[in-house]
C-alpha cells in the first residue's frame, strides 16, 4: 500500500519559502495571488495488514520525526493503487 504525508507549517508561523515565492510571483505580475505557503510531500511504500494499523503508524511517523508539532500540523492518507 502507498501512503502521502502532507507537512505545513501552522497558522500563525511565518513561512519564510512561501513568503519570498508569494512576492516574486506578484512582481511578475501575478496580483491576483493574495497568501501562498510552502509544505512538503512526502510519499511512502508500506506493508500493513489494514488501514487502520498504517494510519496508527503514520500519525506516530509524524509525530516523531516527519513533522514537528510545536510549529507544523499534517495530514496523511492511504492512496489506492
Request: charged content about 35%; hydrophobic content about 35%.
Amino acid at each position: 500500500m502507498k501512503a502521502r504525508i502532507h507537512v505545513f507549517y501552522r497558522d500563525g508561523v511565518f513561512d519564510p519559502q512561501g513568503n519570498t515565492v508569494e512576492e516574486s510571483l506578484k512582481r511578475m505580475g501575478f496580483s491576483k495571488v493574495k497568501h501562498l505557503r510552502i509544505g512538503r510531500v512526502i510519499d511512502l511504500e508500506i506493508d500493513y495488514p489494514s488501514k487502520e494499523e498504517a494510519k496508527r503508524d503514520l500519525n506516530k511517523m509524524c509525530e516523531k520525526l516527519l513533522a514537528n508539532p510545536v510549529i507544523e500540523s499534517y495530514k496523511h492518507e492511504i492512496l489506492d493503487t
